[in-house]
């Protein structure tokens, strides 16, 4: 056991992650509130996350057998900054460099592929984002941040400018203590939301979020009373992380993947907006923008030329 966790650790080092934390699969105390977050209708048209809501509070539907979960943090942080420029798009942070989703599971594939040689009856399940798996829940009960008030994981090292991965094994492990809130009286991020989203501490609304509406919410049209508080985000929104004081920690990435590409830091709304579907999909191929969809991104660029009136 303590052999095979010295190794998993080694193996996370090695494979580029900033941190790693292991714990028992045992559901974390906080994941009861899933379901009254749910019935409030915070998840908005997300619906896959009242379809799997079993999974997410019972990790044994999700992955029967589960004993261990193995919790990493990519830091992605570049000292780039947001152009203040009125007729310039905002793309969040995440998004200026390749698509996290895919270096960090290749990286968690070869973790499981090397300790699947030491012992061949491990089995492993990997997350990135896109299973019925609370990451930040996890990521917290094994000791690499805390879930702040704006919902995002904080990191002492790395502050929020981070990403999560996670590997679900069948094998006992030696496990990190829980991470401690420290975010204290601090409500900076509630009041910087320009959207009112973070309805209370640790409850976002994601309806009214910035990051929902130019992304997920795919078949609707963005309400009428947030389009002139976009700020100019036609991808996603920083605003909560950038006023965070434990942002003040904030490293640049070590991993050359997540640098910005030019054509993601300076987007000219106009430009944008003459964009075919086959020039979205070469300008922003292998990058987090792909999700929205061309029909999805061009309707955010034009709000928000329209909002601005330029």
Not at 33 to 52: E, F, I, V
Request: proline residues 4%.
């Amino acid at each position: 056991m303590i052999e095979l966790t010295h190794t998993i650790r080694q193996l996370a080092f090695d494979a580029g992650f900033d941190k790693i934390g292991i714990t028992s699969a045992t559901m974390p105390d906080k994941s009861i509130l899933l379901n009254k977050w749910l019935d409030a209708g915070y998840h908005g048209d997300m619906s896959w996350m009242t379809r799997y809501r079993v999974m997410r509070t019972d990790i044994e539907k999700f992955v029967p057998g589960a004993l261990s979960v193995i919790s990493v943090v990519h830091n992605y942080y570049t000292n780039r900054k947001h152009s203040a420029d009125p007729q310039v798009g905002k793309i969040s942070r995440y998004a200026w460099g390749r698509d996290y989703h895919k270096v960090i599971r290749k990286k968690l594939k070869l973790i499981l592929k090397k300790i699947q040689q030491i012992d061949p009856e491990i089995k492993g399940r990997i997350c990135v984002d896109t299973a019925p798996f609370m990451d930040k829940l996890w990521a917290e009960k094994a000791g690499l941040g805390w879930q702040g008030k704006h919902t995002n994981l904080i990191t002492r090292e790395f502050g929020s400018w981070v990403f999560i991965g996670a590997l679900i094994i069948n094998r006992q492990l030696i496990y990190d203590s829980s991470a401690t809130d420290r975010c204290g009286r601090c409500t900076a991020c509630i009041q910087a939301c320009p959207t009112n989203a973070i309805v209370a501490p640790y409850i976002l609304d994601a309806n009214r979020c910035i990051s929902y509406l130019t992304i997920e919410m795919r078949d609707k049209i963005i309400p009428d009373q947030y389009c002139t508080e976009l700020r100019n985000y036609i991808f996603g929104c920083d605003i909560c992380q950038e006023v965070c004081p434990w942002n003040k920690f904030q490293k640049h990435t070590r991993c050359e993947d997540y640098l910005p590409r030019e054509e993601n830091l300076s987007v000219r709304l106009h430009e944008l907006s003459a964009l075919s579907e086959k020039e979205f999909k070469e300008r922003f191929k292998g990058t987090p923008l792909k999700r929205t969809g061309w029909e999805k991104f061009i309707s955010n660029v034009m709000t928000v030329l329209r909002a601005s009136g330029i």
